[in-house]
């Protein structure tokens, strides 16, 4: 059995100091662990804990995500089309519950998650219980990590001793009211470029945009190609999630997170989380044509639902509909003068401006260029 305090102390010793995941009882100890010693984010799904630790190495800080095996599968579009594309990586930790007695819905995952791992092209170990043992495989996998490869832990139960849980509640947020402004109708909305090329020009030195997969990013990639841009291909609905992480590590920018209907209705449950940890520095725009329009224009269920109403339950500090670019364009001035955690909706229509071509800059180009970009910043607000 380890010792969860010197386990911990091994991890934060390594600069593991920002995690995120969806609790399991196997690593109870390692999250109260985390929530206690570290920045914490209490993803409500596996794939979004990904996406939190993702944009948390963007901002300079080693990641670890954690989660059972029941979730592993939630977890695996960031993890192949996010992490491993970009050359992201992430340090894993997934319990491994199987066999008798155990929960019956933990049977089938149980016994496939090395295999699941394996197929993806995971390096993985069983977590040792012996201390000298798990900190030479510690060492190992950070080597990895420096590499800019991922490796995940399989847990067995049992492996860590208790810990205390140290920290204190989630904080309770006010729940503002959404603020309106009347829309035209959806056949007169603007065109989705449109919006893009209104918030690039209106963009300061230290705001930088994370663009959601599909047309969004082709678009922006069109209108404003530039290192402040991160270009989001696969991982569909993890966009805000990856900002939030972005944005938490690194306070002193300003971090858009560039949404679409589609994507934000794959994991609507981002609002609740993005609301409860977001810093000020966290925009999030969500351009709303009602489709999938990079794969055939097919109809979300967008019309039916109230984003703001939502975004405003959730718990950010702003959440508003904007009429036209223009009013868009505003907000988000005042956004960059005045930061606070803010949701801005804007009705666009489908169409583009022409025929659109795909960014000609590879992901993992397209991660080293916003790094350095990044770097050129420096630290200061």
Same mark, same amino acid.
């Given at each position: 059995m ?5 386990f ?11 995690? /995120? ?15 206690s ?13 990904v ?6 190495w ?8 954690l #989660? ?13 089309s ?12 997934? /319990? ?5 007695p155990e929960?019956?819905?933990h049977?089938? #995952?149980?016994r ?9 092209? #995971?390096?993985?170990?069983?977590l040792?219980e012996?201390p ?8 190992d ?14 847990v ?12 204190a509640p ?17 056949? #007169? ?45 696969g ?6 999630a ?6 938490l ?10 949404d ?9 449950g ?8 977001a ?7 969500l ?12 109809a ?13 339950a /959730? ?5 508003r509909d904007?009429a036209?670019?223009?009013e868009?364009?505003a907000r988000f ?6 930061p ?7 009705r ?6 022409g ?11 397209v ?7 990044l770097?050129?910043l420096g630290?200061?607000?």
């Amino acid at each position: 059995m380890l010792a969860m305090q010197a386990f911990g102390a091994a991890l934060r010793a390594r600069g593991y100091t920002f995690c /995120s995941g969806v609790p399991c009882s196997y690593l109870q100890s390692l999250i109260d662990y985390a929530i206690s010693e570290c920045i914490y984010v209490g993803a409500v799904n596996e794939g979004d804990a990904v996406a939190h630790c993702a944009g948390a190495w963007l901002g300079g800080q080693k990641a670890v995500v954690l #989660m059972q095996n029941s979730g592993l599968t939630n977890a695996l579009s960031p993890l192949t089309s996010l992490n491993q594309l970009f050359g992201i990586p992430v340090l894993g930790f997934v /319990s491994l519950r199987v066999g008798t007695p155990e929960e019956p819905q933990h049977e089938i #995952m149980g016994r496939a998650t090395p295999a699941l791992l394996e197929a993806i092209g #995971m390096p993985w170990a069983f977590l040792a219980e012996d201390p000298e043992e798990a900190e030479r495989q510690l060492v190992d996998a950070d080597r990895r990590i420096e590499d800019g490869a991922s490796f995940f832990f399989v847990v067995r139960k049992g492996t860590f001793d208790t810990y205390g849980l140290q920290a204190a509640p989630l904080p309770r947020r006010t729940h503002v009211a959404p603020q309106r402004s009347a829309a035209p109708p959806p056949a #007169m909305a603007p065109l989705r470029h449109e919006a893009l090329r209104a918030l690039a020009d209106h963009r300061q030195p230290r705001t930088v945009f994370i663009n959601t997969t599909g047309y969004t990013s082709r678009e922006m990639y069109a209108v404003d190609d530039g290192g402040w841009q991160f270009y989001m291909v696969g991982s569909l609905g993890c966009v805000s999630a990856l900002g939030l992480g972005l944005a938490l590590a690194r306070p002193d920018l300003r971090v858009v997170a560039l949404d679409g209907d589609g994507a934000l209705l794959m994991r609507l449950g981002a609002l609740a989380t993005n609301g409860t940890y977001a810093p000020p520095g966290f925009l999030h725009v969500l351009l709303n044509n009602a489709c999938h329009e990079s794969t055939g224009a097919q109809a979300t269920v967008g019309d039916n639902v109230d984003f703001t109403a939502l975004a405003a339950a /959730s718990g950010y500090a702003i959440a508003r509909d904007v009429a036209s670019v223009d009013e868009l364009a505003a907000r988000f001035d005042e956004w960059q003068r005045q930061p606070r955690p803010t949701f801005l909706h804007l009705r666009t229509r489908p169409g583009t401006a022409g025929p659109l071509v795909r960014p000609a800059i590879a992901p993992s180009d397209v991660k080293t260029r916003l790094l350095r970009h990044l770097a050129a910043l420096g630290g200061d607000a």
